[in-house]
């Protein structure tokens, strides 16, 4: 049981430094509490989950205002695409 679990932090290891160098090579300056949600929503959906504003308000406990403006704003900087085949608004990371 205790060697699932050290490959288990291995797995989990590698999508973190996988966003890290998507945002340190990104040339936007994020607050930290934008920081946090990114990496609080890839924590959660990872490169393959899809996501929309009705998952980030929940998810972050953000309004309708503030979930489209983090949208929003990732989708400049290039970190998230919006995907088709899930209906309107639905955002993925990018790899």
């Known amino acids: 049981m205790s ?17 890290e160098s998507a ?7 994020f607050s930290v509490k934008t920081t946090v949600h990114i990496h609080r929503l890839f924590d959660k959906f990872g490169f393959d989950g899809v996501f929309g504003r009705s998952e980030v308000m929940e998810f972050l406990e ?10 929003a704003n990732l989708v400049q900087a290039d970190i998230i695409e919006p995907v088709s085949g899930y209906g309107k608004g639905k955002y993925k990371f990018k790899k």
């Open 62 to 71: 953000l309004k309708a205002s503030g979930a489209s403006k983090l949208l």
């Open 23 to 29: 945002l340190s090579a990104k040339d936007r300056d």
């Open 3 to 19: 060697g699932f679990l050290n490959e288990e932090k291995v797995d989990i290891q590698g999508p973190k430094v996988d966003i």
